[in-house]
């Protein structure tokens, strides 16, 4: 039953009437539906498009009104048809997605953004091995099939409406067309859509080219049309007599495909054999091994030509029998048997299947969609069929992975959660080195900001920089964690040898050992007697602390130590770190069990009196005492051996430096508040700084602020008095030592 339209505002009359012609096509397709949204998306858009014209000079609004005309030839669901009305929308008009969430709900906007996200990537390429991540990637940032569905209806309007563009655009979208949408339609099944959209493409990309190709179809038809008629006409009697009940078309095959041919094959055209081409249509598979007797039974087959995509199936899901014959008069002409239910997926495919399962089932779920598109996609990994089939790509939808763009636009793909530091090791070690900074599609990022599909990333180096041991809490690819450690290994264990080197001839002195008397052969001796090839290696050993000075010393100048040592009134072993670096500050904590040892708390959690801590053995630096919850000393506890218990001394009056991140609206007055309720918990203010949040651009802000905190407790009551002021989003306990 036909809705009437009312159009609520004046729109031109010719649109209003190519709209009447979308909303009966689409009752006739589905006459229970309701169509007022589909009459409210049209109203909509052409309310914001108005004004706007295409190249051609007509109204703007003609473009998305193909664009729902086509996905309606395609039998999608409404859904998908106000999304081409309304796929430009948010990209050219002051709309927002959340205007279209409001009134058309979630599908439809989800849609809108996903078809707007597509359009600002700018992947154009002359990369042909890109191509191939791009097609990837395209996919993989989808969440609704129907935004491919848009997407190549939006595309192949584009293309047939080209014409009044610049050569340079024709180009530029045709090449496009050619390595990433019409591949697309090619995975998902969609021939009639990969056809035009090639035929166009390659017409638009190489006009001259073109124009050769289809004069030489062209003068062949004159030639052979009588031929293939006649043909057509005598397969019609033969499958008759054979009761095979059969729809039959006689065609050329298409240019696109014949210049890929006789580029491939370096052929003329009169040697492309399968040039004429007869497609049988039957009603079940037995009739189609049926029909393919009764032509070979006529005509002589060729050998090597005969393919049976019945019994398997390309990994697009298409299915054929195909073969070629010499006909009357020595005329090869190619022939394709198929059902009707092939047929409509070789020319549909996707979209064939998703009619149908909607046709059984109802409304589908945009989840059983994508998990269908998974299947075909997994399908394809496991079928492995060489020869002309070369253009089958293998596609994978990796949700695990992250698609992200140089700023010369080539697509590093990184594991998901991957940040700009996998990003810089990806493209070369010493980029990712040197590394100070990021910026993502234009603004500068923290280092552990995680990326997403499409960012652009822009890596920011510094001469002599080097990695950070922090970069291990948050990097993701294991190029960047190996690269990371080695250069944090290799720096450490420099610092190793020179403290190593240092300790011994400390306490060398300090035994009265004549330590520039030792010979250079008997101190290489003693280090190999320790099981190092080098006395460098000996300095290491102990700077990791793994022996004491004084033990290597009794191996050096055993007589020399045991007369100083004879001297001292009280003998003590020897410290690791000499405890006149114990200062004030480090005597609110103790080592369990053990006094003269340096300890301090960490810069990185900065743990205060109250907090669960533990205890890490630095090299050369004594005890640092970390948070629990310190994923610094998390990533470090790989060396058990060095962690250490670790418990606040008695209490002193004491106050710790504590900083905080404020995240907060930027408004007048903020400042004044954070202040007075930090001054009503009676804490001391050593710094503030205040700047806009460069991460986001609502107007937030960010507020460093450095205080003095008493215990856990104190902290605690701060923050959450921070936390209650209006406007204040967030605050966070610095991490970082800077
Ligand atoms: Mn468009």
Known sequence: MSQPVILSSPVDPVLAARFEELVVKYAKLRPQESLVSLLQAFEYAALHHTGQTRSSGESYMAHPLEVAHILCDMSMDLVCLETGLLHDTVE?????????????????????????????????????????????????????????????????????????LSRERQERISQETLEIYAPIA?????????????????????????????????????????ALEEIRHAVELKLARENIPARIEARLKRPFSVYQK???????????????????????????????????????????RIKDFIAIPRPNLYQSLHTSVIGPGGQAFEVQIRTEEMHRIAEEGIAAHWKYKEGT?????????????????????????????????????YPEEVYSFTPRGKVIILPRGASPVDFAYAIHSDVGHLCVGAK???????????????????????????????????????????????????????????????????????????????????????????????????????????????????????????AAEALEVAPAASPAVPPSNVNDKDLILKVRGVDDIMVYRAKCCNPIRGESIVGYITRGKGVAVHSVNCTNVQNLMYEVERKIEVEWAKAVTESFLVKLVIYTDDRPGMLNQLTSALFNEGTNIRTLEAQPDASRSDGSALVNVAIDVKDKKQLERIVSSLRRISGVRDVERSQSST
């Open 92 to 164: 050219d008009t002051v709309v927002t997605v959340e205007d279209v969430r409001k009134r058309f709900g979630n599908d439809v906007a989800r849609c809108v953004d996903g078809v707007t996200k597509l359009a600002k990537l700018n992947f154009y390429s002359r990369e042909e091995r890109q191509a191939e991540s791009v097609r990837k990637m395209l996919l993989a940032m989808v969440n609704d099939i129907r935004v491919v569905m848009v997407k190549l209806a939006d595309r192949l309007h584009n293309m047939r409406t080209m014409g009044s």
């Open 186 to 226: 090619h995975r998902l099944g969609m021939g009639k859509m990969r056809s035009e959209l090639e035929d166009l493409g390659f017409r638009h990309l190489d006009p001259a080219a073109f124009a050769e190709v289809n004069e030489a179809i062209e003068s062949r038809r004159k030639v052979t049309g009588d």
């Open 262 to 304: 006789l580029k491939r094959q370096k052929i003329s055209i009169e040697q492309v054999y399968d040039l004429l081409a007869i497609r049988i249509v039957t009603d079940c598979v037995k009739n189609c091994y049926g029909a393919l007797g009764t032509i070979h039974g006529e005509w002589t087959p060729i050998p090597g």
């Open 361 to 397: 089932k109802g409304a589908q779920s945009d989840e059983q969609q994508v998990a269908w598109l998974r299947q075909l996609v997994e399908w394809q990994q496991d079928v492995h069929d060489p020869g002309e089939f070369m253009s089958t790509l293998k596609v994978d939808l």
């Open 440 to 562: 993502v599609n234009g603004r500068i990022v923290p280092l552990k900001y995680e990326l997403k599909n499409g960012d652009v990333v822009d890596i920011l180096t510094q001469q002599g920089h080097v990695p950070s041991k922090d970069w291990l809490n948050f990097v993701k690819t294991s190029k960047a964690r190996n690269r990371i450690k080695h250069v944090v290994n290799t720096t450490e264990r420099a610092k190793a040898v020179e403290i190593g080197e240092k300790h011994l001839e400390k306490e060398a002195r300090r035994l009265g050992v004549q330590w520039k008397k030792i010979p250079k052969e008997h101190l290489e001796k003693v280090a190999h007697d320790y099981g190092f090839g080098k006395m460098e290696d000996l300095h290491a050993a102990l700077g990791y602390g793994k022996f004491s000075p004084r033990q290597v010393l009794l191996q050096l100048a055993p007589e020399q130590v045991a």
